[in-house]
């Protein structure tokens, strides 16, 4: 029997995202545009729309729907932005910033994970997103300064290079804290300095780096 894939993503919008008071009508329009399915493994295709991190190898996972719409709202776009991504992954997250964002520029530490990564963006339309293989916790100099720039893997401290990297007046969202709890944290850079505000509790793989953890 064939998914009915839209309703499923119809279902997770109302279920997870929207009923847990996301509220940013871009991301929910984002959320709803992005066919996650087509992000993972086809034998997880029936479990794409569950509220759920799903494996992708390399021990490395595809956050769950709420958590890419939270973080997603939490830097709040409104179109023109330049954005950088730490840890590409899948490219779920990446596509969702590139329907927020006018440009997206993502740094992804597994090689093998960028071919495919870009294939799939690429097939969707998203040709507002450059993409390459680094060390994220450096970020990514050439295009900085940048307006919102989004962590997607934990880190003990928030990577000095990146907030260096953070335009006057940019956000920046990251999980901070240990290898099992983090807090995720919104930092604004203003012209007096850096203002921090936590937004919760939450859990993500370990961010790999020069100035994250050690591999």
Known sequence: MAVNYEGARQKMLESQIRARNVRDPRVLEAIRRVPRHLFVEEALRDRAYLDKALPIGEKQTISQPY???AMSEALKLRGRERVLEIGTGSGYQTAVLAELAESVFSIERIAAFVPVARRR????????????VGDGTIGWS????????????????VP?????????????????GGEETQSLL????????????????CRFVKLIGRHGWEQ
Not at 142 to 152: F, G, K, W
Request: no cysteine; aromatic share 6%; net charge negative.
């Open 67 to 69: 958590m890419v719409a």
């Open 121 to 132: 963006l690429e097939s969707l339309g998203y040709y507002n997103v450059l993409i390459k």
């Open 142 to 157: 050439e295009h900085a300064p940048y307006d919102a720039i989004l962590v997607t893997a934990a880190a003990p401290h």
């Open 160 to 176: 000095r290079p990146l907030l260096e990297q953070l335009q006057v007046g940019g956000l920046l969202v990251a999980p901070i």
């Open 186 to 201: 919104r930092i604004r850079r203003d012209e007096d300095g850096f203002h921090e505000e936590d937004l919760g509790e």
